[in-house]
């Protein structure tokens, strides 16, 4: 793996090469999810790509002779979150619109499979995480000299991101924090392994996501990125160093975050978009009580609103509840929320476990990886709290992800316990 760690370029291409196709066809869809060439080169925009390559992934992985499934418990865990929405859309106000949403989830497991069960090595993770961080950089990289050029000052559209599911400036400050997680641990671990220009664009990786979330003038990713930086650099670690060294970075965000942000963190609450959340959150909480078993439908929740709080509606048009847990819980009742927290904690428990494995090599490069993705998903759920993502990649990428690393560290446990090697 040394070639790898010290991105020799020209290694990691020979192997991705020699690399099954179904392997290449989940990079594709990797990079035309995440970079979209398709909106930077037009003439190029003729199919939905995204979907053709996870089709064409699917079809090969079949074909593939040496293919295993793999085995975790959170498969069936996501197999019953489709189940009880399926469930819930027959049982909905309004199936027509459940019916018409149910791509939104099935999709992400049908990509979910596939991810955890073609990225079965450490050389196929390492590529496939070296482009998700590549991709998201160019976003980070935009973001940030986007706030850089405007001289740091506020807007309230925020950065807008590519066409897709980062286009909105909450929904792209989510996936900065997804990024910045295991951006920082990718940079720690292998800082070792470079030097000059390499090593310095890397280490700009975690530094221009932070940026974009800055700039992104979501309050909620905003808060994202404080709960990282404590869950990285103060957690546990409550040193006079580490002390001085956050009251100067507080200092410096404070310093760069715009008075206009600062006077809509003040308001949060009072404020009419805070006031409708508050709503949101109040009548979809006597939603999932009043029909606890499968909430009011899956995607129900703008219909079932406007139907029935109409005297709550501070706009003209009712949105999704901008929380993930009643979003949830309004589509699919506390069945469905209850797996969907389930699904939460299997992701931790997982991380746990793989650095439980990996404790006679608490520095490899598995186990910093496993503690990148969940500084990463913190940031998910508090920002979370604020937005109706509990759809979209964020959550459904990042646990495929660490159930990868889960199953790669078990295969090399069992492998150096059958082998006899230390």
């Known amino acids: 793996m040394d070639d790898f760690y010290s991105l020799n370029f020209n290694k990691i291409w020979t192997h991705f090469k020699k690399e099954h196709i179904s392997f290449w066809m989940i990079c594709f869809y990797l990079i035309f999810e995440y970079v979209r060439p398709q909106s930077i080169i037009p003439f190029i925009d003729v199919l939905p790509w995204a979907q053709v390559f996870i089709i064409l992934s699917g ?12 085995r975790n418990p959170t498969n069936k865990w996501m197999v019953a979150f489709l189940f009880v929405i399926i469930l819930s859309s027959t049982q909905a106000y309004w199936p027509s619109i459940s019916y018409s949403h149910l791509a939104d989830f099935y999709t992400w497991l049908v990509i979910y499979f596939l991810i955890i069960n073609i990225i079965t090595t450490e050389k196929r993770l390492f590529i496939f995480l070296l482009i998700f961080c590549l991709a998201s950089f160019k976003l980070s990289l935009f973001g940030a000299r986007t706030w850089a050029f405007r001289g740091f000052q506020f807007t309230s559209w925020g950065l807008m991101g590519p066409p897709g599911y ?72 409550i040193t006079f160093k580490a002390t001085v060294s956050i009251i100067l970075l507080a200092l410096v965000l404070y310093w760069a975050l715009p008075e206009e942000q600062l006077d809509r963190f003040i308001s949060i609450g009072v404020d009419k978009t805070s006031e409708q959340r508050l709503l949101y959150w109040e009548n979809g909480w006597e939603m999932m009580t009043g029909h606890p078993w499968m909430g009011v439908g899956y995607f129900n929740f703008p219909a079932y609103f406007e139907s029935y709080y109409s005297p709550d509606m501070l706009y003209d048009r009712a949105q999704l509840p901008h929380n993930i847990f009643i979003q949830v819980g309004t589509d699919t009742g506390f069945i469905g929320l209850s797996i969907y927290i389930i699904l939460i904690v299997q992701l931790f428990k997982s991380g746990r476990l793989i650095r439980k494995l990996g404790r006679s090599k608490p520095d490899s490069f598995l186990c910093h990886i496993s503690l990148g993705l969940e500084i990463g998903f913190w940031g998910f759920l508090v920002a979370g709290q604020f937005v109706s993502v509990a759809y979209y990649p964020f959550m459904w990428i990042q646990l495929a992800l660490m159930i990868c690393v889960r199953n790669i560290m078990e295969r090399q446990v069992h492998f150096s316990d059958s082998s006899g090697r230390v």
Request: hydrophobic share 45%.
């Open 59 to 70: 079809v090969t992985w079949v074909m593939d002779k040496n293919k295993n499934w793999v």
């Open 166 to 237: 980062f286009q909105n400036s909450g929904e792209l400050a989510i996936q900065m924090l997804m990024f910045s997680g295991v951006s920082w641990y990718f940079y720690k671990f292998i800082k070792p392994y470079l030097d000059g220009p390499k090593l310095w664009c890397v280490s700009v990786f975690p530094i221009t996501a932070a940026m974009t979330v800055m700039g992104s003038s979501s309050r909620g990713g905003q808060l994202g990125l404080f709960v990282q930086i404590y869950q990285i650099f103060i957690k546990g670690n």
